[in-house]
Nanobody
Framework: QLQLMESGGGLVQPGGSLRLSCIAS????????IGWFRQAPGKEREGVSC????????NYLDSVKGRFTISRDNARRTVVLQMNSLKPEDTAVYFC?????????????????WGQGTQVTVSS
């Protein structure tokens, strides 16, 4: 069964860290670029970070550069988003998604399958 499962969300204070994981099942992760997106209440879904199918090329939203790091382990079918120095404006539901190409994209429309999302709340 095709599935992308996010985990690692939660409540954290400003300045804290969270590590989000996206675990793939039902397909071979090696052939897909993966993107992390987020959606806050009343806002459009936005691309946070993405990684090429082999992990060589990465992209980041300007507001998270230097704070977030994306990585992948295809053998373990896992893509990780390490989030440090979290800010209240990072609060959102975070989703991972797959794209059937080598190159990733920050456009949600470029992805064909999505996980259910994990809530990240940054608050004191």
């Amino acid at each position: 069964q095709l599935q992308l499962m996010e985990s690692g969300g939660g409540l954290v204070q400003p300045g804290g860290s969270l590590r989000l994981s996206c675990i793939a099942s039902g397909f071979t992760l090696d052939y897909y670029a993966i993107g992390w997106f987020r959606q806050a209440p009343g806002k459009e879904r936005e691309g946070v970070s993405c990684i090429s199918s082999d992990g060589i090329i990465t992209n980041y939203l300007d507001s998270v550069k230097g704070r977030f790091t994306i990585s992948r382990d295809n053998a373990r079918r896992t893509v990780v988003l390490q989030m440090n120095s979290l800010k209240p404006e990072d609060t959102a539901v975070y989703f991972c998604a797959r794209r059937s190409t080598y190159y990733c994209s920050t456009r949600p429309s470029a992805y064909d399958y999505w996980g259910q999302g994990t809530q990240v709340t940054v608050s004191s």
